[in-house]
């Protein structure tokens, strides 16, 4: 498709989002004020307090000391990612590429299986779906085992060098005061991007329940996808599979959260959307059998 029909895709599409927000006004509000209190109750405080964290673990130079025992970079990042999900694996990232331990082709390789979703919001998430905890965890691990093999699988193309980074001095409130600053701005990145996404979602499917806009709600947005699983009336084997790949899928927003704190690095997505291919088809094998 050459760039010209690409254009006239994209007016047509946004036309007809401009079509449906003067024609459902009242869903087009509901929908800002339910993304503002999505991110204001379940992304904001968790995310906030842990990209601040993670700052000053790094400030504090735990990855210098992790790379002490494991001689491998990117170890502190799957740790991380794993504790707390995207896009601290992105932030986590560029901080590596700004300090130059990584290089673009790392950071790419990387970010290909440190994509994850907080833990406490995929079991919440999971239960309610599932409501049955030993369901629940065998999918979580599940997901994590199968990223970690891949990592495994993978590594071995990264090129990082065993450079190491110690901050030795620096005054704790400036630091901070620093870290507060930039964590804000990216918030204010992210919720944008939440805002945008739910409501596209709400007023493209607005009425619209079955199985395949449940799978099209989680590919935009994860959030609004596991919750879509819970009001199918369908087998538990097939809500742990359609949950299983939005998941792993990681979702457009997310995705989109990735690129914009990348945005300044020439990122190559085809390791993550190669990675995501193999991870899903994996996954969803182990549960068919």
């Known amino acids: 498709m050459n760039k010209k029909n690409i254009n006239i895709l994209l007016i047509t599409i946004i036309f007809f989002i401009i079509f449906l927000i003067f024609k459902n006004n009242y869903l087009f509000l509901n929908s800002i004020n339910e993304s503002l209190n999505l991110f204001i109750t379940k992304v904001f405080p968790f995310l906030f307090i842990m990209m601040i964290l993670n700052n000053l673990l790094i400030k504090c130079n735990l990855p210098y000391y992790l790379n002490k025992v494991f001689k491998r970079p990117e170890i502190y990042i799957i740790i991380m990612s794993i504790l707390s999900g995207s896009p601290i694996n992105a932030i986590i990232i560029k901080n590596y590429l700004d300090n130059n331990i990584i290089n673009e082709k790392d950071a790419s ?42 990592y495994l699988f993978i590594r071995n193309k990264l090129s990082i060098k065993n450079i190491e980074i110690k901050y030795e001095k620096y005054n ?60 199918l009336n369908i087998s538990i084997k097939l809500k742990q599979i359609i949950a299983y790949t939005i998941i792993c899928f990681c979702g457009l927003s997310i995705q989109m959260q990735l690129s914009l704190i990348l945005e300044n690095y020439n990122i190559n997505y085809k390791y993550f959307y190669l990675s995501r291919i193999i991870i899903i088809i994996l996954g969803i094998i182990i549960l068919l059998f």
């Open 172 to 231: 704790i409130k400036k630091e901070l005061f620093k870290i507060i600053n930039n964590t804000l701005l990216n918030l204010l990145k992210i919720m944008g991007i939440i805002i945008f996404f739910k409501t596209i979602t709400d007023l493209i499917f607005f009425n619209s329940q079955n199985t395949l806009t449940t799978i099209l709600k989680g590919i935009i947005e994860i959030t609004q996808g596991l919750y879509s699983i819970s009001l």
């Open 109 to 150: 390789i990387i970010l290909s299986f440190t994509c994850f979703n907080n833990p406490l919001f995929l079991y919440n998430s999971l239960f309610i779906i599932l409501n049955n905890n030993k369901k629940v965890i065998f999918l979580m691990l599940l997901i994590y085992i199968i990223n970690i093999g891949y």
